[in-house]
């Protein structure tokens, strides 16, 4: 231990008296706004800005450089302009652009993603809270993205792009640039009844100047879509509640299956449902859902698991997708209270994958009650399944949330799972639980610059049985320059606390974990920014003493071109205190109690998106607990402009241990084609080979969007024994929505 730290002191002590390779960017200061006039003429969306109302509406210009560089005005020139009805908010935007060749996009599917493709977006706060945010962009070639920002935007994960709302958009390309036309209704979004401001931001990604700019200037240490960094949206009047706003989605499926493995008859299966969006007001969303289907959600992307504990997975389905932060963003990562897929998810153990667990009925009301308070209150009613062993349970959460200082909150939660049938069941180990309860105090901290974010947790599990050390507390501290970050993680986890509904796959232990990251941005045609970085992560608990401890120290480099390369070593102590097979393929175990130090190199590149073939790669090699690992993963892309993107997942895993312990070679292929033969109609096929859990699995998705968030999908899916082909499940699904504002 003594040499392990004084390592992390001398390589803190060497990467603070680097010189910077550059000076902070020096961004103009002045505060920015634009006004918001009403139109007075009706606004034909077509991607041409000709009306009168573009002529006479303020303009937002002037754009700043957010990459490569964040200290000059942006190369290619984009002005924004705003009006608004009845009905809609417009924006009507301008993207010069001189440079000869095609503009860049992924394909035609909705909802693209990656920072190298051309795109212009709207980042709206209508509650100026600088916390959560919508926003709306749209390609080129008017394909459309939209989706919700939480925690201020302060990381990648707080940009959801799952989120699905009824919107309209145009564009036009000319010589010498391109145009957009945007129309959000009012009834899409959530903003308080008679505010005269709002918060509002924009920002561009041209791959031809290979350059990303915002409106608002951001440092490059943030997100193009921080909250911390927006203007002031001024309208010439209060706003006022838009009317009724009442959205009914009914469904219909119907398919056939059959479960091979069981010897089972073919089973042809019909349902229907509803769900319904009531706004309450402006801000504070109803939504309710009767025997939702959940059929055309992709499936999970497998992986190799070579952990000890449970992989987590993200929620894809609308119903727990809107203000989803309020919930699921309590804790931290692998200690949250709540994670929506425990409700109406299972595993079927008999092939390794994620199933539909029936709900009945669902009701979620969740968002602003005024300018400092949110609220999301859920209730689901599931089904029982006996074939896996499920029993039916209410899930309930509450949450309340306080906007304290400019941009923190204090947050509170309770979760409920209980089944109200009678428990007949006297075997105490198959004897399912009959209730388990969660209360927990969130503070998150989000400083006005963003240079300081973090949060403080007190969470408490309840069972039918009392125990001591059920609760878990964790802090999270960071400082974030662009030339210097500081992070600061310590998590105490009692030996009794558990959280069913939640993902807390390891509990008894206390952890620590610093990490600094030093970068350096040289005057370079090649390098955009490169930096060192050095992390701990230790773990403990009373009864075994040190666990696990990792300590890793490595360089990161981004290029010019957008693509990036890191080199890292790492040495890893594991103490098992309970027996572990590390190729999690049911071969001998290693004993508990038993402890290994390892060593190892890991590397990894990814390539710039904006060529149209490119790739990720991922290696690992080193030892392995009392073994060895050279592991290769990634991916390798095709895109054919604009209508296909083929790809290749890949990871291998060479596994060598003494005997009479399992040497392994594990395999992951998924081959993956998305074709989008227009922008409303797309087809995916995925196909995945995991040697790990001897499985082959195949969904092929066909979906039309017909009108607006109205869509019909027809859902192969297959799952073989990778060994021998035989056949697990197969089944096929054709569904029905319709999106109808009453």
């Known amino acids: 231990m003594r040499q392990i730290f004084t390592i992390v002191v001398w390589g803190l002590v060497f990467l603070f008296s680097l010189p910077t390779g550059a000076q902070p960017a020096a961004l103009r200061k002045e505060k920015k706004f634009i006004h918001i006039q009403k139109a007075n003429t009706k606004i034909f969306l077509d991607g041409i800005l000709n009306e009168p109302e573009w ?272 919930f699921a963003d309590f804790g931290m990562n692998r200690l949250r209270p709540f994670f929506s897929r425990r409700i109406g998810v299972a595993i079927d153990q008999r092939t390794g994958q994620n199933i539909q667990n029936t709900i009945h009925f669902g009701a979620r009301l969740s968002g602003k009650l005024n300018s400092n308070w949110r609220t999301g209150l859920m209730t689901m009613q599931a089904a029982p399944d006996e074939a896996i062993g499920l029993p039916g349970y209410n899930y309930s959460v509450a949450a309340l949330q306080r906007k304290v200082f400019s941009r923190s909150n204090i947050g509170g939660i309770f979760v409920n799972k209980e089944t109200f049938a009678p428990i007949t069941e006297t075997d105490p180990a198959k004897r399912p639980m009959r209730f388990h309860r969660l209360v927990g105090i969130d503070y998150n901290l989000a400083s006005k610059s963003n240079e300081w974010t973090g949060k403080f947790f007190l969470h408490k599990s309840i069972t039918e049985e009392k125990h001591t050390e059920d609760f878990v507390h964790g802090a999270n501290l960071v400082y974030s320059k662009p030339t210097l970050t500081v992070e600061w993680i310590h998590q105490i986890v009692g030996k009794n606390y558990t959280a069913p509904v939640g993902f807390v796959p390891r509990n008894d232990f206390r952890r620590i974990a610093p990490r600094i990251v030093r970068n350096f941005f040289p005057h370079s045609k090649t390098i955009n920014r490169y930096g060192f970085f050095a992390t701990t992560d230790i773990i403990w608990n009373a009864t075994n003493g040190l666990t696990d401890h990792n300590i890793s120290i490595g360089n990161t480099i981004r290029f010019r071109s957008t693509a990036e390369f890191e080199l890292s070593f790492a040495r890893d102590y594991t103490l098992l205190f309970r027996p572990f097979d590390p190729t999690n393929t049911g071969g001998e175990r290693l004993p508990a109690g038993s402890a290994y130090t390892y060593h190892s190199f890991t590397a990894g590149y990814s390539e710039s998106t904006i060529n149209d073939f490119y790739y990720n790669l991922q290696t690992y090699l080193g030892q392995f607990f009392n073994g060895s690992r050279i592991g290769i993963s990634g991916d390798i892309n095709y895109r054919i402009r604009p209508y296909a993107l083929l790809s290749l997942d890949f990871t291998y895993n060479r596994l060598r241990f003494p005997a009479p312990y399992n040497s392994t070679d594990l395999w992951l292929l998924g081959p993956r084609f998305d074709i989008t033969f227009t922008r409303s109609v797309f087809l995916t096929a995925f196909f995945q080979y995991n040697s790990q859990i001897n499985n082959i699995n195949i969904n092929t998705r066909l979906q039309w969007r017909f009108k607006p968030v109205s869509d019909f999908f027809l859902v192969y899916t297959d799952n073989y024994f990778a060994d021998t082909f035989l056949v697990k499940n197969r089944a096929i699904v054709a569904k029905l929505t319709y999106w109808l504002n009453i």
């Not at 920002?149 to 564009?171: P, Q, R, V």
Request: charged share 25%.
């Open 55 to 326: 002529e006479v509406a303020e303009k937002a210009s002037n754009f700043f450089q957010h990459f490569p560089f964040d200290s000059s005005y942006a190369d290619a020139k984009t002005e924004v302009r705003m009006t608004y009805d009845e009905q809609f908010i417009y924006v009507g935007a301008t993207c010069y652009n001189e440079l000869q060749g095609n503009y860049l996009i992924s394909s035609l599917r909705r909802d693209y993603r990656g920072p190298a493709y051309d795109g212009f977006t709207v980042v709206l706060d209508p509650f100026c809270d600088r916390t959560n945010g919508f926003f709306f962009g749209i390609s080129p070639f008017g394909v459309q993205r939209e989706g919700l920002i939480a925690n201020g935007g302060s990381a990648t994960s707080d940009f959801a792009l799952s989120w699905d709302n009824k919107w309209y958009a145009e564009t036009k390309i000319h010589p010498g640039g391109w145009t957009v036309e945007i129309a959000i209704p009012f009834k899409t979004l959530r903003f308080k009844e008679g505010a005269d401001k709002w918060f509002v931001n924009f920002y561009r990604i041209d791959s031809k100047y290979n350059e990303r700019s915002t409106w608002v200037p951001i440092p490059r240490n943030f997100q193009l879509y921080s909250l911390a960094y927006t203007a002031d949206l001024i309208w010439d009047k209060p706003l006022q509640k838009p009317g009724s706003n009442l959205v009914l989605i009914p469904y219909a499926a119907g398919g056939i299956s059959r479960q091979h493995i069981l010897k089972a008859d073919t089973r042809y299966q019909h349902s229907g449902g509803i769900d319904a969006k009531v706004a309450v007001t402006p801000a504070l969303n109803l939504d309710l859902t009767v025997n939702p289907d959940f059929s055309q959600v992709e499936v999970d992307r497998q992986v190799t698991n070579l952990d000890r504990f449970e992989i987590f997975f993200p929620e894809r389905r609308q119903f727990f997708l809107e203000n989803a932060d309020l």
